[in-house]
């Protein structure tokens, strides 16, 4: 009986060796969750620059395009909010949003990842002398363009 008894009074963990793993749980998820987090924050910004290239993209397509006629942005434009989507199939506009496959300026806005308060942020772009297209997220925690990040 002394025998079955022993072997019942050492079963499972002590309250001691409890104690030391979530103590040491503890230290690991202190050491990792800062560096989970910048992992995080560069997946979104990195996605918002996506977004930008694509709206450049979109706009170098479509400045490409002879059918377009409407709204056109001319060579030298100077740094600009892009407006909302026009009305017929020859506005400029239009056609960048179809090919973003968006419908408004605000789904376009809401696409943005590492910004949560989209009501401080501007999507701008500026056409260069040789038609180069450059697209800047502006405003609220970053500005970011296809070439560069500040994040404030």
Do not use: C, H
């Amino acid at each position: 009986m002394n025998k079955k008894q022993k072997s019942l009074t050492n079963k499972g963990f002590s309250l001691v060796e409890l104690i030391i793993v979530i103590a040491i749980m503890a230290v690991l998820i202190g050491v990792l969750a800062p560096q989970y987090i910048k992992y995080l924050d560069k997946s979104k910004i990195s996605a918002d620059t996506q977004l930008a290239d694509s709206v450049r993209n979109a706009i170098t397509n479509t400045l490409l395009d002879p059918s377009v006629t409407d709204n056109v942005p001319a060579e030298n434009t100077p740094k600009t909010t892009i407006p909302g989507p026009g009305a017929t199939a020859t506005d400029f506009w239009k056609n960048v949003y179809d090919v973003l496959g968006e419908t408004s300026y605000n789904d376009l806005l809401a696409n943005l990842k590492y910004d949560n308060d989209n009501t401080k942020v501007v999507i701008s772009y500026a056409v260069d002398g040789q038609k180069n297209v450059t697209v800047t997220i502006d405003g609220g925690k970053y500005t970011t363009n296809s070439n560069e990040i500040t994040v404030d």
